[in-house]
């Protein structure tokens, strides 16, 4: 944790859920963190860290925001970037619409893609970046507008390593499976039943165990990952549907 003295990143979605998690974290590490999201009200850590407006999905904000880092910054100075930022859909595929793909893919897809953009320029060799996907980029997923653009995720994440590498800088996917946040509490209780049953784990991750991740990740000591995405999902996505067969195979132990 004490690598992240001195350092300085932005975070997005940082007022709620594991961007918050993370911001704070990274600030108890000793690092600067600009954190930013749609609106600050009701963020529970506002104040251990510098919140700063951002639409994620606005080209424009993200370039004003490199600008004003790079004026206060005199220089390159920044050494790292989360994309914690997301927006579910869940329209099945019989009722999508042309705006859930837009609305998902803006956020969860392009809004990552172009802040890389904007920000990259401003970081020097052994900056990271942490996109944050989910288990529904590696999977099917019931709510096919929020899955796809999970996928894309991973595939911006993959081609933004490539290309910085050159640089020094590293581009890394985190994929949680079901955390508890406000985003899953809004769900049907169905969806959280059916995950914790398909988690070999049995129990939901928490903001925090998805922040230690993105901070090792973020940290001199994943100095060589690159390009590469790490499950938090307690196994969901690890079984590829193996779970329920071993279930109806009986324990796994003749005495148990
Ligand atoms: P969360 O609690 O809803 O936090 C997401 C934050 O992002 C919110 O503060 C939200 O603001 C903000 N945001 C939404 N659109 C934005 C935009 N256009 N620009 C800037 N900020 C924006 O959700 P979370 O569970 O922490 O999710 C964080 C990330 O993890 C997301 O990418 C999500 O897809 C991913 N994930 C979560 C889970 C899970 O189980 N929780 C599982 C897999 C992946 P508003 O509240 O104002 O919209």
Redesign the pocket.
């Known amino acids: 944790m004490g690598s992240h003295e001195g350092r300085t990143y932005v975070v997005?979605?940082?007022?709620?859920?594991?961007?918050?998690?993370t911001a704070a974290a990274l600030a108890a590490a000793g690092a600067r963190v600009i954190a930013?999201?749609?609106?600050w009200e009701a963020?529970p850590r506002a104040g251990e860290v510098e919140p700063a407006f951002?639409?994620?999905?606005?080209a424009d904000a993200w370039v004003a925001l490199a600008d004003r880092l790079a004026a206060a910054g005199g220089g390159p100075a920044l050494d790292g970037l989360v994309?914690?930022?997301?927006?579910?859909r869940r329209a099945r595929l019989q009722d999508v619409t042309a705006d859930d793909f837009a609305q998902a893919f803006?956020?969860?897809a392009t809004?990552p893609a172009l802040g890389i953009r904007a920000l990259a320029p401003l970081m020097p060799g052994g900056a990271s970046i942490v996109n944050?996907?989910?288990?529904?980029g590696a999977t099917a997923h019931y709510g096919i507008a929020?899955g796809a653009s999970?996928w894309a995720l991973r595939g911006i994440t993959k081609s933004a390593a490539m290309e910085l590498g050159p640089r020094g800088i590293r581009v890394n996917l985190v994929?949680?499976?079901?955390?508890?946040?406000?985003?899953?509490a809004s769900a049907p209780e169905a969806f959280r039943a059916a995950n914790l049953e398909a988690t070999p784990l049995g129990r939901?991750?928490s903001?925090e165990e998805?922040a230690a991740v993105i901070v090792h990740l973020l940290s001199p000591e994943a100095g060589f990952v690159t390009g590469t995405e790490i499950a938090v999902d307690g196994g969901l996505t690890g079984h590829g549907g193996g779970l329920p067969i071993a279930r109806a195979m009986g324990a796994a132990h003749p005495d148990e």
């Open positions: 997005t979605g940082a007022a709620s859920g594991i961007g918050a998690a930013a999201d749609l609106a963020a951002l639409d994620v999905a606005d994309n914690a930022a997301g927006i579910t803006a956020v969860n809004g944050v996907g989910s288990a529904a929020y999970k994929s949680p499976g079901f955390i508890e946040t406000p985003m899953t939901p991750g903001a998805v």
